[in-house]
C-alpha cells in the first residue's frame, strides 16, 4: 500500500536556524513525485518543493531543501535560516502513478517558530 | 487570476440538513479535485475532474456527497444528509494535466461544522 509517514507531531525551532522535518514513503511504483506543502492557520495549502523519483539532483527552491534518499525512501524537508512566518503545518504528499494525479498525504507536522 | 477559490469559508449547519459548496479553479487548469481533511489529518482525496468529467471517486465519498463540474469550470461539492462525522475541511485544488510538478493550486477550503 502507499503511504506517507511523517512522525513529528510537532516541532519548536529557534529563529534564524535550520530545521529538518521528516519524511518517509511507501511505494512499489518507479515512478512518483513527492511534495511539500505548507498550511498556515488560514487553511490554504502552499506549494513549497517537488522531488521526482528520478531526479538526480535533491530539489531547492529559495530556503527549502529536500533531502531526497531514493534508498531509504525518505524526503526531508530542509528549512534554511527560520523566521517567524514559517510557524504552521507542513505536509509531505505523494503523486500516486496512475491515479490521475491524486495526492497522498501524511498527517503533517507542527512547526512553531521561537523569536 | 488570483488562484482557487472556495465559497463558503465557513459553514455551520444542523445535522441532517444538505450542503453545498463551490470551487471556483484557476481557469487555465482543467483538473480539479476535492480533498478532506479533519482535524490532525492530511488531506484526504474524494473526487477528481478532468474538465467536465468526473474520472475517480474515493471510497470516502459515500453516496451522500455528490460533485460536479458543469461546462468544465467551476465545480459544486454538495453533502446530503449531513452527518456530525462530516465536519471538517473541504479544500479544492487544480492543475494542468501536464509538467513535473502538476501545478497543484489548492483553495483556501471550506470548513464546515455539523451541530
Known amino acids: 500500500a502507499q503511504k506517507i509517514t511523517q512522525t513529528q507531531p510537532g516541532m519548536f525551532v529557534q529563529e534564524k536556524e535550520a530545521v529538518t522535518l521528516d519524511c518517509t514513503y511507501d511505494t512499489s511504483d518507479q515512478s512518483y513525485g513527492l511534495f511539500w506543502y505548507k498550511q498556515p492557520s488560514s487553511g490554504e495549502m502552499i506549494f513549497l518543493i517537488y522531488q521526482g523519483s528520478y531526479d538526480e539532483q535533491n530539489a531547492t527552491e529559495g530556503r527549502y531543501s529536500l533531502n531526497f534518499q531514493k534508498a531509504r525512501k525518505s524526503a526531508n524537508l530542509v528549512i534554511s535560516a527560520s523566521q517567524l512566518g514559517d510557524s504552521a503545518m507542513y505536509f509531505c504528499?505523494?503523486?500516486?502513478?496512475?491515479?490521475?494525479?491524486?495526492?497522498?498525504f501524511g498527517k503533517g507536522t507542527k512547526l512553531s517558530v521561537k523569536p | 487570476d488570483t488562484g482557487v477559490s472556495q465559497d463558503p469559508r465557513h459553514k455551520i449547519t444542523k445535522r441532517g440538513q444538505n450542503v453545498t459548496f463551490r470551487c471556483d479553479p484557476i481557469?487555465?487548469?482543467?483538473?480539479l479535485y476535492w480533498y478532506r481533511q479533519t482535524l490532525g489529518q492530511g488531506p484526504e482525496f474524494l473526487t477528481y475532474?478532468?474538465?467536465?468529467?468526473?474520472?475517480?471517486k474515493s471510497r470516502l465519498l459515500s453516496d451522500r456527497f455528490s460533485a460536479e463540474r458543469p461546462k468544465g469550470s467551476f465545480s459544486t461539492l454538495e453533502i446530503q444528509r449531513t452527518e456530525q462525522g462530516d465536519s471538517a475541511m473541504y479544500l479544492c485544488?487544480?492543475?494542468?494535466?501536464?509538467?513535473?510538478?502538476?501545478?497543484?493550486?489548492f483553495g483556501s477550503g471550506t470548513r464546515l461544522t455539523v451541530v
Open positions: 475532474f478532468q474538465n467536465e468529467a468526473q474520472l475517480e
Open positions: 485544488a487544480s492543475s494542468f494535466p501536464t509538467g513535473a510538478n502538476y501545478g497543484y493550486t
Open positions: 481557469s487555465e487548469h482543467n483538473r
Open positions: 504528499a505523494m503523486r500516486v502513478t496512475g491515479s490521475q494525479g491524486n495526492l497522498i
